[in-house]
């Protein structure tokens, strides 16, 4: 089959399996779509983590890496897939720098891919009007053309959504900014809406936006 086909019949599944309910269409549309972001997730998390215990040091400066976190994971082949040998780490800074002078490169490549994905975590709030919440900063959002997705993780439960930085980009809006720091978003997840991202209405204002979302865990069955 090609991949054409594999996408036209998980379609077709996803449709027979919903039988007409937009609400079971919608559920298990987001689930697959959300159990393959996180497969792919997990192969570079595996291929990071063998290439870092194995001492290697930045592909582009040669320097060695003082910390695990905010390492880039880097393909040398866009026309092929994440694998190990297809693969190199460098610094965040190393790697925008190769991006910037690869540009013509990157334009031609069969798959084109941004830099890296990004990964906010939250406690749980008990006391407060909301369960869990994030404090976006706008030097984080100026990233966004950067990374190819963002995941939001409940630190209790270890439940995850991953949304595409694009879709984030749309609700993260200047009108939007709130007062706190230098203009930060908020985002949250409301008691009484568990099933949804719930963005902040900018000060002076009661005008939230919300975007539905799939919670799962790796631990789920597939």
């Known amino acids: 089959m090609t991949p054409k086909e594999i996408l036209e019949q998980t379609r077709q599944l996803i449709k027979e399996y919903a039988a007409g309910d937009p609400d079971k269409w919608w559920y298990t549309n987001r689930y697959v779509f959300a159990r393959l972001q996180l497969d792919e997730r997990k192969t570079k998390t595996n291929i990071k983590r063998d290439l870092l215990n194995a001492g290697l040091p930045c ?10 976190r905010d390492v880039h994971l880097h393909r040398l082949d866009k026309s092929k897939g994440y694998k190990k040998e297809n693969c190199v780490l460098m610094h965040p800074d190393c790697h925008r720098k190769w991006h910037a002078e690869h540009k013509e490169e990157q334009a031609t490549a069969p798959e084109g891919q941004p830099l890296a994905s990004r990964t906010w975590r939250s406690r749980r709030y008990d006391d407060k009007p909301f369960l ?12 966004f053309d950067e990374i190819e997705d963002v995941e939001f993780v409940k630190k ?64 789920d069955e597939d």
């Open 132 to 143: 869990y919440w994030w404090d976006i900063t706008p030097a984080q959002v100026a990233r």
């Open 59 to 68: 592909h582009l400066c040669g320097k060695p890496f003082e910390t695990k």
């Open 156 to 219: 209790d439960t270890g439940e995850r959504c991953i949304i595409p930085a694009a879709t984030l980009k749309r609700f993260l809006t200047p009108d939007r900014q709130t007062s706190r720091s230098q203009g930060n978003w908020g985002i949250k997840i409301l008691k009484d809406r568990p099933d949804e991202l719930a963005f902040e209405p900018p000060t002076g204002s009661n005008d939230w936006l919300f975007l539905p979302v799939l919670w799962i865990n790796e631990e």
